[in-house]
């Protein structure tokens, strides 16, 4: 077939350099008298504006250009299946009968020797009569309908990835057929594989998105499922837990104050501490209860008008007996009240948390300062302490469920990772907030704002 006078090995090579570099070759070994100028003018006219580029209009409007440019009746571009070994028509094809597109196939591979073989895996180009030519004879019975004289086929290549061929058939005579006409199929073809090339690009960045996108939500799947995991724990484990403890603190208490009668020494010394423990229990308890009560949306304030330096002293006096010998709470308070909406529990079990983790992250056993003032509205708690600080990195996790910060120095000081979680999420329940500032090494100051009640009830 290589023998085939319809096939000529052309001089300029699509895949030897770029798309574009390809493009300017070809124009520049354009014979004068195709005035490639105009000729590619013509069919950059064809080149539909949008942004993305829809290749089905594109091609239809490309098509139709070449047919006038190249004066042919007919032009498509015959697609590769890469899978099978035949090349399909581009559904806008220009000029064709209806239905022939989309059923004419056309076999081709890399290793046959077929006039098309030749276009599409050897970049060779055809171009000549049909009815005389016995090369032609595999695509009589596919093309008999075309009603056509003369056939070009020019290579359709993007670079390495041979797309197809570019065809045109018009009834004219052979001799009709000039060189011109090969020479607009041909950049037509490289206009069609730089357009190709994008419109590619643009489905592999858009495929890239979904893919992405397709991961992010199987990863909030997995999240949500996760933390309903741990919601349905923490609800469960609380509630499960109560009864046993309460019995078990009754219990304690009764052998405490002397109603099951004397003990003997040891277990004297012993009842304190593990009432002691129950009691840490409890508090542990309390925090998973209202955390779960919290995500079912199940939590209520009880909100009351309160003097909130009356329940800031009320919450020292509860954490005071937690702070090491001869660490201090440093309480500076007004001296008049300052009134809010407050739920008197929540609000204490909030300055309780902060105190708290003041002195348990200040293992030196420095003091605590608190300090409760006025401000624009809000009475501001603030808890100081000279501990271990917060790096900044780590200051995110901290309001966060189970969100514990950890770091091999304090990896013994016992905690949940709900204290804060629970105290802003109260405290903004209040319509306040928490805020906090701090540096690894140089301790902390969180603050709690509560809105005030400006006219005291009466
Ligand atoms: P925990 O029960 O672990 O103390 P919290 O929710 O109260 O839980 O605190 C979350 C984390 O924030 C703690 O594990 C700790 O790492 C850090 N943190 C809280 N308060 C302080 C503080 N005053 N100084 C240093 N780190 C703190």
């Known amino acids: ?94 000029g064709f009968p209806d239905d022939f597109v989309s059923r004419a196939r056309i076999p081709c591979s890399p290793t046959g020797t077929a006039l098309l073989d030749q276009v599409v895996f050897k970049d ?33 290549r993007a670079g390495d990835d041979r797309l197809g061929a570019l065809v045109a058939f018009d009834p004219r ?31 592999m960045v858009t495929e890239r998105d ?45 052998l405490a104050d002397g109603s099951l009668g004397d003990l003997p020494p040891q277990l004297g010394q012993a009842v304190p501490v593990m009432l002691a423990k129950v009691n840490q229990m409890n508090v542990l308890l309390t925090r998973m209860l209202e955390t779960a009560r919290l995500e079912d949306s199940r939590l209520q304030l009880r909100l009351e008008r ?38 008197r529990l929540r609000a204490e079990t909030i300055v309780q948390n902060l105190l708290d983790n003041a002195l348990k992250y200040s293992p030196g056993g420095t003091d605590v300062r608190c300090t409760v003032s006025r401000q624009k509205g809000f009475a501001r708690v603030c808890v100081r302490d000279q501990g271990i600080g917060i790096a900044a990195a780590d200051v995110p996790r901290l309001f966060t469920r189970f969100g514990r910060i950890a770091r091999d120095e304090h990896r013994h000081i016992a905690g949940t990772g709900l204290g804060l979680y629970l105290a802003r999420e109260l405290a903004r329940m209040h319509g306040g907030d928490i805020t906090v500032v701090s540096a690894g090494g140089q301790g902390s100051e969180f603050t709690l704002t509560l809105p005030l009640v400006t006219k005291p009830k009466r």
């Open 173 to 203: 005579p052979p001799q009709a057929l000039l060189e011109r006409h090969t020479w607009v199929l041909r950049v037509a073809a490289g206009l069609a594989a730089i357009v190709w090339q994008r419109g590619r690009a643009e489905r």
């Open 210 to 254: 979904e893919q992405e996108a397709r991961r992010l939500r199987a990863y909030a799947g997995r999240l949500a499922s996760l933390e309903k995991a741990k919601s349905d724990f923490l609800s469960l484990a609380s509630h499960e837990l109560r009864s046993p403890l309460s019995v078990l603190g009754g219990y304690l208490s009764l």
């Open 1 to 94: 077939m290589l023998g085939s006078p319809l096939l000529k090995r052309p001089d300029v090579v699509a895949g030897e350099r770029t798309t574009l570099a390809y493009l300017a070759g070809l124009l520049h070994a354009m014979p004068a008298e195709s005035d490639g100028l105009r000729l590619l003018a013509r069919l950059f006219d064809a080149i539909p504006a949008d942004d993305p580029v829809e290749l089905d209009v594109f091609f239809g409007q490309l098509t139709r250009a070449i047919a006038q440019v190249a004066e042919a009746r007919r032009v498509a571009f015959l697609i590769r299946d890469d899978d099978r070994a035949w090349l399909k028509w581009q559904p806008m094809a220009y």
């Open 124 to 156: 060779f180009i055809l171009a000549g009569p049909i009815a005389e030519e016995p090369a032609f004879a595999p695509y009589r019975d596919v093309l008999q309908p075309l009603d056509a004289a003369i056939a070009i086929a020019v290579p359709w």
């Open 306 to 343: 309160l003097d909130v330096v009356d329940v800031v002293r009320q919450a020292v006096a509860a954490v005071e007996p937690m702070a090491l010998p001869g660490q201090r709470i440093v309480l500076d308070v007004p001296a008049r009240p300052l009134y809010g909406l407050v739920d």
